[in-house]
Structures are given as structure tokens and as C-alpha cells.
């Protein structure tokens, strides 16, 4: 073997593993997975912010089942790109995060009073964080962090106590805030994803 052809080999096999890194982060992109999980976030905050915004509106509990809703609605978008496009759904866990979802909300004892007393949101945060984490993304673990500690404030009540000067209705105002911060989030997630495709190749 000549000194050029080791050299050219102990070249591929230095550079073997940032191109498979690279490969993987450009499927990652190409799925668009961050982005769309923070935007179906979004949209369930924006859904429980104009709940509680509704006059006479009491925590009720449809909210146990918020959960399993993002999930599987995470799932069917997943499989529904799936078959469009041929691309493959990867092993994010929607499906799975669903059934464990509804089963919590349907058979665990205390689903109902941890519900009423943490809010849905501080459950929808714990899976961004755990997707998050999952993906090594933070992206979605940090503002799942900000919903899993905001989350319990504005259900028990404690933000309309205390931060007045959001107006009468600080919990709904708080919520909403949220759900916007999510949905910049996903726009620059999908600004990223798309610059992670459009970029060189290796």
C-alpha cells in the first residue's frame, strides 16, 4: 500500500464520524421534529388559554386528556408526512408517549387531582423536557422547563394573586404568553432546520 492510499484511508476513518453525525443531524432537520412539536405545543396552550379565558370557566376533566391529544396528534401529522413524502417518522416516540398519556389519565388513581392541582400545562412541559432530553435538544427542554414550573402558578391561581398587573385575568395572560413563546420558537426551529438542509454538504 502506498503512503497516499494510508493516508487517504486514515483520512476517511478521522472523518467518519462527524459525517455521520452530520448525516443524522441533517435526517433530524429534514423532519422537522422540533419545530413541530413546539408547534403543537403551542396551539394546545393557546387551546387552554382561551378555556380558562371564557367566562365562568372552571378547571374540568377534559384537561387530564391534554396530554394524550398533543401526542396523538403529534403521531398522526408523523404518519400522515410519512406517507406523503416516503420520509421515514424516525423513533421519536409519539405513538407510545399517547397510549402512556391516556393510560395516566384514564387509570391512574390520582391522575385526576394531579391534573386539578399542577394544571396541564406542567404536563405538556414534563414532555418537552423529556423529549427534549431524549433528542439533546433545548430547544425543547427549556421551555418545557418554564412550563413545568409556570404551569402549577397558574393553575392554583397563584399568578392572579400576585402578578395584577398583567390585568384581571394575569393566569390567561401567562398562558397566552407562553404559547407565543413557543410559536417563535418553532418558527426559529424551522429557520434552523431549514439552514441545517440548505447548508454543505460533506
Do not use: K
Amino acid at each position: 500500500m502506498t503512503a497516499v492510499a494510508l493516508l487517504c484511508r486514515v483520512s476517511v476513518v478521522q472523518n467518519l464520524p462527524d459525517y455521520l453525525d452530520d448525516v443524522r443531524r441533517r435526517e433530524r432537520a429534514a423532519r422537522h421534529t422540533d419545530s413541530l412539536v413546539l408547534a403543537v405545543h403551542a396551539v394546545a396552550l393557546g387551546v387552554l388559554s382561551f378555556a380558562r379565558g371564557m367566562p365562568g370557566s372552571r378547571p374540568g376533566l377534559w384537561q387530564i386528556a391534554v396530554p394524550a391529544v398533543v401526542y396523538g396528534l403529534l403521531w398522526i401529522v408523523v404518519r400522515a408526512r410519512e406517507r406523503a413524502t416516503g420520509m421515514g417518522g424516525g423513533r421519536d416516540g409519539f405513538g407510545a408517549a399517547a397510549v402512556l398519556a391516556l393510560a395516566l389519565a384514564l387509570f391512574f388513581p390520582f391522575s385526576a387531582i394531579a391534573a386539578f392541582m399542577v394544571g396541564p400545562a406542567a404536563f405538556l412541559g414534563l414532555g418537552l423536557v423529556a423529549l427534549g432530553l431524549r433528542r439533546r435538544s433545548r430547544r425543547l427542554w427549556c421551555p418545557g422547563l418554564a412550563l413545568v414550573v409556570l404551569g402549577p402558578l397558574v393553575q392554583l391561581y397563584t399568578v392572579d394573586n400576585h402578578v395584577v398587573f398583567l390585568g384581571p385575568q394575569p393566569g390567561v395572560v401567562v398562558l397566552a404568553l407562553l404559547a407565543v413563546l413557543l410559536a417563535v420558537g418553532s418558527l426559529r426551529a424551522f429557520a434552523a432546520e431549514r439552514a441545517v438542509l440548505v447548508g454543505p454538504r460533506p
